[in-house]
């Protein structure tokens, strides 16, 4: 049976419904991933659990360990891994509490170590990344979602911003002309880095917030917490379906 990695976001330090088997504090040779691995199984299948800003919610999007984190799951024998993310919504689809399946991806980060291949090489690789997320894993989890009358929505793209700051009005209405509906801070270089490392990786992103400007109030910590809370539960639902599809 293959190995499920869930890569849990803000509003997903630990992962409900999981039966514990093993805390494993691994290093890498990219240091330390952002927590322990923690190993169990949800809905009686193996699953493997990676808490991506830290057990206590303390990493930052700019300092996580992408590499660590990505090469530890590996290492840990996932073939798979589903990345939940919070992100605001820019389209007029994607109000907070959504959950979406990107399709696409906008990197507007900098200074974050995202490739595997650099320093000592033999040769130098360019992976295709036309396609940025597995699309077998995208279609289970769409199916699986439709299986348990979750509703998802289905493609669209997530611009990466560098955080932690939430962006300007301006920043946002660039994003929203470049083609993107959603806004995070954490899918890159997750997303490259997993395949580089041959792992099928997916996205699942549950709306906080508007994205900036998008409404005339401000953003704030108490709005997102609110509207994870509502969106982590059908996110945690959703990967219990997918896990036993
Ligand atoms: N912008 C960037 N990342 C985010 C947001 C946002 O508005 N909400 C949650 N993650």
Not at 84 to 107: F, K
């Amino acid at each position: 049976m293959t190995l499920l990695a869930i890569i849990g976001g803000t509003g997903l330090a630990q992962l409900p419904g999981l039966t514990l088997s093993e805390r494993r504090v691994v290093d890498t040779p990219y240091g330390s991933p952002s927590a322990p691995l923690v190993f169990g199984e949800l809905a009686g299948k193996p699953v493997v659990f990676l808490a991506r800003h830290g057990e206590k919610h303390t990493i930052p999007p700019h300092q996580i360990n992408y590499c660590a984190n990505l090469w530890a799951l590996r290492e840990a024998g996932a073939e798979q891994v589903v990345a939940v993310a919070a992100v605001g919504g820019i389209r007029a689809d994607m109000g907070p509490a959504v959950l979406a399946v990107p399709d696409q991806i906008i990197d507007y980060t900098w200074g974050r170590r995202s490739t595997f291949f650099e320093g000592e090489l033999d040769h130098v690789t360019h992976i295709d990344f036309t396609w940025p997320y597995s699309q077998a894993l995208r279609r289970r989890l769409l199916s699986a979602a439709e299986a348990a009358g979750i509703a998802v929505v289905d493609g669209g793209t997530y611009g990466c911003t560098q955080g932690p700051r939430l962006e300007s009005a301006a920043e946002i209405a660039r994003l929203e002309r470049d083609g993107c509906t959603l806004v995070g801070m954490t899918g890159m270089p997750e997303a490259a880095l997993a395949r580089e490392l041959e792992l099928d990786y997916a996205s699942l992103a549950v709306v906080a917030n508007w994205g900036a400007g998008k409404t005339d109030d401000i953003i704030t910590m108490a709005d997102i917490e609110a509207a994870l809370l509502d969106g982590m539960d059908k996110a945690g639902k959703l990967l219990i379906a997918l896990i036993g599809s």
